[in-house]
């Protein structure tokens, strides 16, 4: 069974960065998708970055260039640094997981087929 715990949430104030970590158990790591959602409240969860066993990365437009998803080698424990933070930013931070797949950008569409974590709270002031 696949288990993701995340850890590394916080506030800081805008332009400040955060690093986010999550730790995977129970996978395939040569065969997965690993990524970060984020969900703020009273707006729809938003896919944030994904990063495939074949070493595809894709960022949603909002973060490039300030966000940077990487992993450990043998992908038991994956992170997202986080930097020139701003308030938009703010939300809950899930770590996600599609064990046997590999990662899609249409996938940021299909949050529903991911496992997820329980989540780290990230907030920004202004």
């Known amino acids: 069974q696949v288990q993701l715990v995340e850890s590394g949430g916080g506030s800081v104030q805008t332009g400040g960065s955060l690093r986010l970590s999550c730790a995977v158990s129970?996978?395939?790591?040569?065969?997965?998708?690993l990524g970060w959602f984020r969900q703020a409240p009273g707006k729809e969860r938003e896919g944030v970055a994904l990063?495939?066993?074949?070493?595809?990365?894709t960022y949603t437009d909002n973060v490039k260039g300030r966000f940077t998803i990487s992993k450990e080698n043998g992908a038991n424990s994956y992170y997202l640094q986080m930097t020139s933070l701003n308030p938009d930013d703010s939300g809950m931070y899930h770590c996600?997981?599609?064990?046997?797949?590999?990662?899609?950008?249409?996938?940021?569409?299909?949050?529903?087929?991911?496992?997820w974590g329980q989540g780290t709270q990230v907030t920004v002031f202004p």
């Open positions: 129970g996978h395939r790591p040569d065969w997965s998708c």
């Open positions: 990063y495939g066993s074949n070493e595809y990365i």
């Open positions: 996600v997981i599609k064990d046997r797949s590999l990662c899609y950008g249409f996938m940021f569409r299909e949050p529903e087929s991911f496992t």
